[in-house]
């Protein structure tokens, strides 16, 4: 009877902490909604990136509230949080610090390294395109790494450690593209679209008054990490594993592949975008309220994680071929 009773409380307890963590996850949407609006989509898609552990990278013109919906979803989440403008005169020190000559009152010298504002929880990188490239790869290696090497020495950045990047679809005057490797680090990228007439109509009546909208922290620090332990836990049936498989392996112009695919391909996904797809629909089947993610997150979510690790042909632009159409075949009969 004892034996009975501590293993059916062993089984409840992961679903005890489920239950929580859901409905925390809960709540944090809501407070975060309660000053974002019309963003639900793209706030969701944020949440499920961090959540996985990844970095996000955010498109839209401005005035979409993309500076404000970091800001608020790092207050929710119990964060640090820090901005970078990134300008072409922007260097490699300003992102990540750097060793500065120090003399005691006795006159002995030394280094002292003074950290960048990349040791924070969550670096907002405003207008990544507009660093140049030598201050982009800069956040190579803390993106994957999670560490910076300076003067020969290593200095881990403060866990839970993500980038929240946003570029300007628009402006193109003055920026530098992205390379394929910097783009892979990022587990999604996100389009903030114009919000409808209703969000719109609540943006301009709550920001053009003087009742301040003020929202409250629903985690700590640690909890984050603790999430994300959580979904990599989340088991994962064989029929989203081969699902994730298949879009993915149709994107490269070889073996099935669709016609549309071979045509106009010209750079497909490797297998970061498997491994980044895996851990989005887990974490999108947390966020939902479910213990398991289906074939349908798989679906839902390719588009996200796809395209920015695909690079489509000069033809495509003269059959009017997009990255979604792409993505539409890719998914198709799955």
Request: hydrophobic residues 40%.
């Amino acid at each position: 009877m004892s034996n009975s009773k501590t293993a059916k409380d062993a089984d409840s307890a992961p679903m005890e902490q489920l239950e929580k963590v859901q409905n925390q996850l809960q709540q944090a949407r809501e407070e975060v909604r309660s000053v974002i609006f019309g963003q639900d989509q793209a706030l969701d898609r944020v949440f499920m990136t961090l959540m996985s552990g990844g970095h996000v990278l955010l498109i839209g013109v401005p005035g979409l509230a993309k500076t404000l919906m970091v800001e608020t979803v790092a207050k929710v989440l119990g964060l640090d949080s820090t901005r970078i403008q990134c300008t072409p005169d922007l260097m490699p020190a300003d992102v990540i610090g750097s060793e500065i000559l120090e003399e005691t009152e006795k006159g002995k010298r030394s280094f002292r390294f003074v950290k960048g504002p990349v040791f924070t929880n969550l670096l907002m990188v405003d207008e990544i395109n507009r660093a140049s490239p030598r201050t982009q790869s800069a956040l190579l290696q803390a993106m994957q790494e999670r560490e910076v090497s300076v003067s020969g020495h290593t200095h881990n950045l403060p866990q839970p450690f993500h980038v929240l990047a946003t570029q300007n679809p628009l402006e193109q005057e003055g920026t530098y593209p992205l390379p394929e490797a910097q783009l892979d680090r990022f587990l999604m990228q996100i389009d903030i679209d114009y919000p409808d007439e209703d969000a719109e109509k609540q943006v301009i009546l709550t920001t053009t008054s003087n009742v301040a909208r003020t929202v409250k922290s629903v985690f700590k620090k640690d909890d984050l990490t603790n999430i994300q332990n959580l979904v990599r836990d989340m088991p994962v049936g064989e029929a989203v594993v081969d699902a994730i498989l298949t879009v993915v392996r149709r994107a490269r112009p070889d073996g099935d592949a669709p016609q549309i695919v071979r045509d106009y391909v010209s750079w497909p996904p490797g297998p970061r975008a498997s491994q980044a797809l895996m851990l989005a629909c887990r974490a999108k089947a947390l966020l939902d309220g479910r213990t398991a993610p289906s074939p349908d997150d798989v679906i839902d979510l390719a588009e996200p994680v796809l395209k920015h690790r695909m690079a489509l042909n000069y033809q495509s632009r003269a059959d009017g071929v997009t990255l979604r159409h792409i993505v539409e075949a890719l998914t198709k009969d799955i």
